[in-house]
């Protein structure tokens, strides 16, 4: 199971504890729930974020091998 499946499934039952802590009257518990839903957004649009970036990258190894640079050789600078 990936990372990313990981945080959507761990998101999911936040929602579901956050419903069932309001149904309860448990205010204070929803809200730490809906804290805790938040970050896992966050670690969300992070994973997407890095997966985007590591597609780019790939796009773009994928032009230079095309153009015939030996990728191995490009150093990474900065």
Known sequence: MTTETKEKR???SF?????EC???????EAERTAFD???????LKKLQKAKENREQL???IQR???Q???????AKIG
Not at 68 to 74: P, Q
Request: glycine share 6%.
């Open 10 to 12: 761990c998101a999911h």
């Open 15 to 19: 929602i579901y504890r956050m419903e």
């Open 22 to 28: 309001l149904i309860k009257g448990e205010l204070e």
């Open 37 to 43: 839903f938040l970050k896992s957004i966050r670690e």
């Open 58 to 60: 790939e796009r773009v």
């Open 64 to 66: 230079l091998q095309e």
């Open 68 to 74: 015939g640079v030996l990728v191995e050789r490009v």
